[in-house]
Every structure is written in structure tokens, then in C-alpha cells.
């Protein structure tokens, strides 16, 4: 098996590693002084096409593959962990559940902007006393009518509170199963939604230039068509 890359795997590479020695180098250690996330490099990482790298054209992604995807995102952790951190959390917890389990209206509404690198988005999962055990998940949602309310809090969620953040991905509890094991659901949540709120970290060891979050939810409620596709019953 040959496991070389192809050019056009070898030009990303070289283009994306020279974007990071000039553009995010030169600012990195004053970013995680200041513990700063930036909207320069990040509109230009955009630039780039560093957003929505496995998406399909159809939605405004570049439509390469996981390969070349993991090529740029290793040429930005190079230089600096917290731009990679920006960079893995869009694409991967932000953008990668939408585009693969969400339904065709929540694609077309969400994918194009946070492929063009004009808003991001958030993937509540790991939690105060839980960590990142999705099975230990104490944030509920409850049906009622109409609506999902939701309450609980998530912490250490990347890119939730930018300027920029459209909303999260929330993990909650939705009911019990028929064996006993929780039921999980992923609901999508609007920044600005009456009862959530996120709070934007700091004193973080690392990474202090990635914008980390804490989530926060009082009685929120969302219409139960935001339900992210066939994401329920996932646990």
C-alpha cells in the first residue's frame, strides 16, 4: 500500500505550513499572553479554506478529504496549538455533526456560513461532574408539546462564546430506554436563545488563545425540530 501523499496534498501542506510561519506565528505568544482569541487569523484561516474542509460544495465546503483535512490541521498545530484548536473544534465538533446527521433544512441553514469562516459553532458534550463520559451526561431535555426545555450546564466547549458563535450542539439526557440506559439526544441551540447563556473561560494552562466556554441551561427552550436528525438515541 502507498501511503505518499498526493500533490495536491503536498501543495496544501506547503501552503497552509507557510500561512502558519507568516500569519499566526509572529502573533501566537502574544495571543496566549493575553489569552486572546483572534478574529484576524481567523478570517483568514477562512481564507484559506481551512473551514468545512470535508464538506461538499454543496453547502459551501471545499469537498476534500479527511486526509488533507489532517494535513493542515497538523501544519496549524505546528506553529501553534490554539489556532489548531480553533481549526479541529469548527470542523470536527461544530461543523461534522451537522453536516452528517443533520436534516437537509439545518444543512442549508447553518453549513454555508460556517464554512465561509463567518460564524462558528459549539459541541456541548463534556460537563462539571462528568467530564467527557456522554453515558454520565446530566444536562436534561424534556419534551413538552412543542418544545424542548432544557436545563444543566456543559464546560470546556470550544469556539461557544466568539463573537462570531451561532449556537451549540447540546448532549442531554432526553429520557430512559427500555434497558435502563439514558437516552441521549443532540439539540441545536441558538446563541441568543432566552435561558442559555455562554460564558467565556480564562486561567487555562493551555490553549489560551482558543475560545473555551462554559454552558449554561435555565428552563431554555427550543422547538423539538432542533433535534439534530439521527442523532437521537445515540447512547
Known amino acids: 500500500m502507498d501511503y505518499s501523499l498526493s500533490m495536491e496534498q503536498e501543495i496544501l501542506r506547503n501552503s497552509v505550513r507557510d500561512f502558519a510561519e507568516k500569519e499566526i506565528k509572529p502573533v501566537a505568544r502574544d495571543l496566549d499572553e493575553k489569552e486572546e482569541f483572534s ?3 481567523m478570517r483568514k484561516m477562512a481564507e484559506l ?3 468545512g474542509m470535508f464538506v461538499s460544495e454543496k453547502y459551501g465546503g471545499q469537498g476534500m478529504d479527511y486526509v488533507s483535512y489532517i494535513i493542515a490541521t497538523e501544519e496549524i498545530a505546528r506553529v501553534d496549538g490554539s489556532h489548531a484548536a480553533t481549526v479541529a473544534a469548527a470542523n470536527s465538533l461544530g461543523i461534522g455533526p451537522l453536516y452528517y446527521f443533520g436534516n437537509e433544512e439545518q444543512k442549508q441553514k447553518y453549513l454555508p ?3 465561509a469562516g463567518e460564524t462558528m459553532w459549539g459541541f456541548g458534550l463534556t460537563e462539571p461532574n462528568a467530564g467527557s463520559d456522554a453515558g454520565n451526561s446530566k444536562t ?3 419534551l413538552e408539546g412543542d418544545e424542548w426545555i432544557i436545563n444543566g450546564s456543559k464546560i470546556f466547549i470550544t469556539n461557544a462564546s466568539t463573537e462570531i458563535t451561532a449556537g451549540v450542539t447540546a448532549l442531554s439526557r432526553s429520557g430512559t430506554r427500555e434497558d435502563g440506559r439514558p437516552e441521549l439526544s ?3 441551540i ?3 436563545t432566552p435561558g442559555y447563556e455562554a460564558r467565556e473561560m480564562h486561567g487555562k494552562m493551555m490553549w489560551r488563545a482558543s475560545n473555551t466556554s462554559e454552558l449554561y441551561f435555565d428552563d431554555c427552550r ?5 433535534i439534530a436528525g439521527s442523532l437521537r438515541r445515540i447512547y
Open 190 to 192: 441558538e446563541q441568543g
Open 49 to 51: 479554506g481551512l473551514f
Open 222 to 226: 427550543v422547538p423539538k425540530e432542533t
Open 186 to 188: 443532540c439539540i441545536l
Open 113 to 115: 456560513k460556517l464554512c
Open 140 to 142: 436534561s431535555a424534556v
Open 39 to 41: 478574529y484576524d487569523t
